[in-house]
């Protein structure tokens, strides 16, 4: 099993929509969770970082975090063409090393 | 502001041949790594090191070798190209220890093809 598993997609979607991504993950070690977004012939680029539990907003952003069931989401509010582009989920358990994702593709339809 | 910073953008070998993968990062970070990203793999670590003067393998460290040369530059070194080294490279760093140890910035990438 590996120790994050994120459904590589594609997912379309029509501007103005709600995109929800999700990753789960294995090792209940994992204390600080990512969400990178990493356009096209680019570097990933942090979009989201929390610690532990819970929920944390940032304009348009939602990302929550269930370590019970080991889930991380990603919710996108009213979805833009320029949020079209590949989200990775990262982890870590405090060794300054990262467990990613494979990566959603998101298509936002205008 | 540069952040990180990785170059050349491109780049074509023929197998066999060897080069040099140069990072450099101005956030006075003391953590730095190299990855690699394939279609369908996501992002796997080739090399990293923590502070300066040490490194340490990651999940796929065959074919590669790296030297971090000052707190500022990771470079990775292909000693004879592979087909299979055909990849987007990616150099990335983070701080040390602090709240935000964790989070890594990335460069723009290497696109590396080896025929």
């Known amino acids: 099993q590996k120790e994050v598993e994120q459904d590589p997609g594609p997912l379309s979607v029509p501007e103005g929509a709600i995109v929800s991504l999700n990753c789960t993950y294995s090792n209940s070690a994992f204390q600080y969770f990512m969400w990178y977004r990493q356009y096209s012939r680019k570097g990933p680029e942090l979009l989201m970082y929390?610690?532990?539990?819970g929920n944390k907003e940032d304009g348009r952003f939602t990302a929550q975090v269930d370590k019970s069931s080991k889930y991380i989401s990603l919710f996108i509010r009213d979805s833009q063409p320029s949020d079209s582009a590949t989200y990775l989920c990262a982890m870590s358990d405090g060794n300054n090393r990262l467990a990613f994702g494979k990566g959603n593709q998101v298509v936002v339809i205008p | 502001n540069a952040g990180v910073t990785q170059t050349p953008k491109f780049q074509v070998l023929k197998t066999g041949q060897s080069m040099t993968l140069q990072c450099a990062q101005d956030m006075n970070h003391n953590s730095m790594y190299w990855y690699r990203q394939d279609p369908g793999m996501g992002l796997r670590l080739i090399y990293y090191s923590a502070s300066e003067g040490t490194t340490d393998k990651g999940e796929v460290p065959n074919g590669y070798n790296v030297s971090r040369l000052n707190k500022r530059e990771f470079s990775l070194r292909l000693e004879s190209a592979a087909p299979s080294q055909t990849s987007v490279y990616f150099c990335?760093?983070?701080?040390?220890?602090?709240?935000?140890?964790?989070?890594?910035?990335f460069g723009a990438g290497t696109r590396l093809s080896v025929l």
């Open positions: 929390t610690y532990s539990s």
């Open positions: 990335a760093s983070s701080e040390f220890g602090g709240a935000n140890k964790n989070i890594q910035y």
